[in-house]
């Protein structure tokens, strides 16, 4: 799955060092934000793309966040579709485009070429040969992003070839234009401008034949001449002779079927997801442990693994990109980051352990002649794949990890994470995991059985930044408040998930109620009381809806509803034993320290005194949330005139209403009055309406 190639890579001319695709956000380097450049240098990669439909295919099981999920739909990128291969115009040379909608194939009138499409070169004719060269070096000088943006003004160049639409025999010309990019698909596109409005504005711009082939549920079959009337949708054939009249789901399962046939194309599946590229040019990160003998590099000598991990042992392969590497010998691994002064990275593309010869200079593991280490390290996110894995075995020196212990623990069964890293840190270590399980190294193939994304916290309105001086030093509200305050609002402030608006009125307010918490356990120790009816539901209650929000990460609801109990035993002067003591017990995620205090004082005469943090959790009972009575609310033409407290015993509708109508509060308002009718919202609502 490792390989060494030269490509087009994502370079950071601040950090001076290569980015993986999934490093680079809106153009810029997720490290840094400096605008990202491309460049051609020799690198290693991974094979992630042969695990992409594995990768894909897992997702809809994984219990993670739903945008997680999502993001990592969107960027392994799923297409179906087909290649067409068109014939290029007084040349042997031939076209091939991926689409995904060869319904609207009657419809094509162009075709667009990325800049570094080595077509360009073969197609571009005498006359247009120094305005395409001009083109395609001003293209190089901005980002993928930059190129891809929707809405910005497409530009491009005419090459003076043609290629042929199969099906009609147009003449399509051939353009080269920046917003196609290399790296997608086959480097090229077909425009249908009638039908996709990227297209359409190209046309536009340059004159290009718009040819409507698609017509939509407003019926209109007139000719397109402005974006409002592209056609993106679903709708039904026209101009597009043995598909007319068909749906465009059908067209394009008949339209693929047909071009595979006269062999003008093939079905192909695509996928955004490229290869992990994984070398770095800078001191931090391991040593990538190879060697590079150019002697074996001469003779196409390489070392090569099997797909279960095993030694094929030394191989000639003339075509192999990895002619000459070795291992390390295991014997001399980890291959240590050696001392160096200078350990900034240069311009060049260079690693700074370039300049340390002594160390670079080694021996060829295989004939013994001289050799030379790589000089890259590996990203760090490469590490943060598989730490977990590590985390069962650190005492362990002589092998990645101990395999009972794994079996043990993992894989891991709660993990809290922010979103940012959906592509990159979880996609890699779904992609490392599935990677150890086909070498024999684990039994499951998905690291995380369960993913929560973060909320994020906010202060006054905006993400917190030095620059805004809104930055917020926990240590000063701990100093303050302590730090069983600020854990409780901070999971208080608002949904896990989506975080919330840090405010010193807030944190205030969760002070006082921990003080009142305080309050009520000293006024109750040693002087406990016996449990109503009431209070018997009121902590049944609590316990369930804490219980049932707790393992989904609903602490804000949790702490409301341990704030709703509270106000019920803040009534009583002193409380039952049981009633305290499971309290605290679900109090104590969020203050861990004043209820250890007032569990020790609970627990004093034990002779065995344990931590609350180690006591058994509460356990509701669904007998007790049965309700012995209800509060009825009374309404009169839907104004609130009464409320009433009745057993729930043998309450139906009709003694309901009997008994709002014997209201005294009620009777004035209804005496005289005509009812016209009765509404009854059970055990909760009588409205009696008069006129």
């Not at 392994?76 to 291969?85: L, Q, S």
């Not at 094929?312 to 240590?336: C, H, Q, Y």
């Not at 316990?543 to 804000?556: A, D, H, W």
Request: aromatic fraction near 10%; hydrophobic fraction near 40%.
């Amino acid at each position: 799955l490792a390989y060494r190639k030269n490509a087009p890579v994502n370079f950071c001319p601040k950090d001076l060092t290569v980015l993986a695709d999934e490093q680079v956000i809106d153009g810029k380097c997720e490290r840094c934000g400096s605008e990202v450049e491309k460049r051609n240098l020799t690198q290693w990669f991974f094979q992630i793309t042969h695990y992409s439909e594995r990768l894909l295919k897992n997702i809809p099981g994984l219990d993670w966040t739903e945008k997680v999920k999502i993001a990592q739909t969107n960027w392994i990128g799923k297409k179906e579709g087909i290649e067409i291969t068109y014939p290029v115009e007084h040349s042997s040379e031939t076209v091939t485009v991926f689409t995904t909608r060869p319904d609207t194939n009657f419809g094509a009138t162009f075709i667009a070429l990325a800049p570094e499409n080595p077509l360009v070169e073969k197609l571009t004719t005498p006359e247009n040969k120094k305005v395409v060269e001009e083109y395609i070096a001003a293209a190089k000088l901005k980002s993928d992003v930059e190129r891809e943006t929707e809405g910005k003004e497409k530009t491009g160049v005419f090459t003076g070839s043609y290629a042929i639409n199969h099906l009609t025999g147009f003449k399509m010309p051939i353009w080269v234009s920046d917003f196609v990019l290399m790296g997608f698909g086959t480097g090229a596109l077909v425009g249908v401008p009638a039908h996709d409005l990227r297209d359409f504005h190209f046309a536009a711009k340059f004159g290009l034949a718009i040819k409507r082939v698609v017509v939509g549920k407003d019926g209109d079959t007139s000719d397109i001449t402005d974006e409002k009337q592209v056609q993106e949708e679903e709708g039904v054939m026209i101009n597009s002779d043995f598909l007319d009249g068909m749906d465009i789901h059908d067209a394009t399962k008949k339209i693929i079927d047909y071009i595979s046939e006269k062999g003008w194309g093939k079905r192909v599946t695509t996928y955004h997801l490229r290869d992990w590229l994984i070398s770095r040019q800078r001191y931090w990160g391991p040593p990538i442990p190879l060697v590079f003998c150019e002697a074996c590099a001469a003779k196409g000598i390489c070392y090569e693994m099997n797909e279960l991990g095993e030694s094929k042992g030394l191989i000639a392969r003339e075509e192999s990109n990895m002619a000459g590497w070795f291992p390390v010998p295991e014997s001399d691994l980890p291959v240590l980051l050696p001392e160096l002064e200078d350990w900034k990275p240069t311009a060049d593309g260079k690693s700074p352990l370039a300049r340390l010869t002594n160390w670079v200079n080694t021996t060829c593991p295989n004939c013994g002649a001289a050799a030379t280490r790589e000089t890259d390290v590996s990203d760090t996110f490469l590490d943060s794949a598989w730490y977990f894995l590590r985390y069962v075995s650190t005492d362990i020196e002589n092998a990645l990890f101990d395999m009972d212990r794994v079996k043990k623990w993992l894989p891991v069964t709660s993990y809290i994470g922010g979103a940012e890293h959906s592509v990159l840190h979880l996609l890699y270590s779904r992609f490392i995991t599935m990677v150890l399980k086909d070498l024999g190294h684990l039994d499951f193939e998905e690291p995380f059985a369960k993913f929560r994304a973060h909320g994020l916290i906010i202060k006054d309105g905006a993400k917190m930044s030095k620059s805004k001086g809104n930055v917020i030093n926990p240590d000063d509200y701990v100093k303050k408040y302590g730090a069983d305050t600020l854990r409780c609002y901070l999971g208080f402030v608002g949904p896990f998930a989506q975080g919330g608006d840090f405010q010193d009125s807030g944190i205030e307010g969760l002070n006082k109620f921990l003080k009142r918490v305080w309050v009520m356990a000293q006024r109750t120790l040693g002087n406990y009381s016996e449990m109503t009816k009431e209070r018997q539901f009121a902590m049944h209650k609590a316990i369930k809806k804490v219980s049932e929000e707790m393992p989904e990460l609903r602490f804000n609801t949790s702490l409301a509803a341990l704030m709703e109990w509270y106000n019920v035993l803040s009534k009583e002067e002193t409380i039952a034993k049981e009633e305290l003591e499971n309290f605290i017990k679900m109090l104590a995620p969020f203050a861990p320290h004043i209820t250890e205090e007032i569990w020790s004082e609970m627990q004093k005469n034990e002779k065995d005194y344990k931590s609350i943090h180690v006591s058994s959790w509460p356990v509701y009972k669904s007998e007790f949330l049965e309700k012995s009575s209800v509060t009825l609310v009374v309404q009169v033409n839907g104004k609130i005139r009464d409320s009433i407290d009745v057993s729930v015993d043998g309450l139906t509708e009709e003694s309901a209403v009997s008994l709002a109508k014997e209201s005294s509060k009620v009777q004035q308002w209804i005496a005289n009055k005509k009812i016209l009718k009765t509404i009854y919202v059970p055990q909760k609502i009588v409205n009696i309406v008069v006129a």
